[in-house]
T-cell receptor
Framework: GAVVSQHPSRVICKSGTSVKIECRSL??????MFWYRQFPKQSLMLMAT?????????EQGVEKDKFLINHASLTLSTLTVTSAHPEDSSFYIC????????????FGDGTRLSIL | QKEVEQNSGPLSVPEGAIASLNCTYS??????FFWYRQYSGKSPELIMS????GDKEDGRFTAQLNKASQYVSLLIRDSQPSDSATYLC????????????FGGGTRLMVKP
């Protein structure tokens, strides 16, 4: 099955630090990657949709200058949380999908971000 | 009305019983439907996809789709304690480039 690798799995850092999270599709070309955030006991919240070679599309209420997304190749997308603060602490999950309509999204293992 | 609705649970079933998880959606033209399982602290894992009305079986799992009623369900036969997790129903947004709308999830507890 499709494999999506996400790194790092856990980050603990001080307030004001910028954190980069990588999402890679290991065995297929991901034309689209999605970034989600999940707070405890809540469902997934889509933050942005990232298409290879173009600017990400952000959901309403998500600050694009704070959450920088780069999708430079068909197998790699990165999310950078700039100047992170304690309220940014959450579980960040990426997913990837190929070009055909109707395919399921395959998720990375997630990154647990804790800002002190 | 939420786009994808699920009962949050918890749904508690004894080991060996059938667990029935339900989901309704509002977008009449959705064509692709997925069930994901999410263990606590982990990311979602795809269990089933279904695209046509009727039943689709895969091992102990059966997905059921009724587009007229805008209803999709997941049955888990011979439930095991290891099935205890949150089950997320996801519906593809029409003409939205494979974007999914997720329900809030149903927490399933299988008691030994």
């Amino acid at each position: 099955g499709a494999v999506v690798s996400q790194h790092p799995s856990r980050v603990i850092c001080k307030s004001g630090t910028s954190v980069k999270i990588e999402c890679r599709s290991l065995d297929f070309q991901a034309t689209t990657m999605f970034w989600y955030r999940q707070f405890p006991k809540q469902s997934l919240m889509l933050m942005a949709t990232s298409n290879e070679g173009s600017k990400a599309t952000y959901e309403q209420g998500v600050e694009k200058d704070k959450f920088l997304i780069n999708h430079a190749s068909l197998t790699l997308s990165t999310l950078t949380v700039t100047s992170a603060h304690p309220e940014d602490s959450s579980f960040y999950i990426c997913s990837a999908i190929g070009p055909r309509e109707g395919q399921p999204q395959h998720f990375g293992d997630g990154t647990r971000l804790s800002i002190l | 009305q939420k786009e994808v609705e699920q009962n949050s649970g918890p749904l508690s079933v004894p080991e060996g019983a059938i667990a029935s998880l339900n989901c309704t959606y509002s977008d009449r033209v959705s064509q692709s439907f997925f069930w994901y399982r999410q263990y606590s602290g982990k990311s979602p894992e795809l269990i089933m996809s279904i695209y046509s009305n009727g039943d689709k079986e895969d091992g102990r799992f059966t997905a059921q789709l009724n587009k007229a009623s805008q209803y999709v369900s997941l049955l888990i036969r011979d439930s095991q304690p290891s099935d205890s997790a949150t089950y997320l129903c996801a519906v593809e947004k029409n003409n939205a480039g494979n974007m999914l709308t997720f329900g809030g999830g149903t927490r399933l507890m299988v008691k030994p």
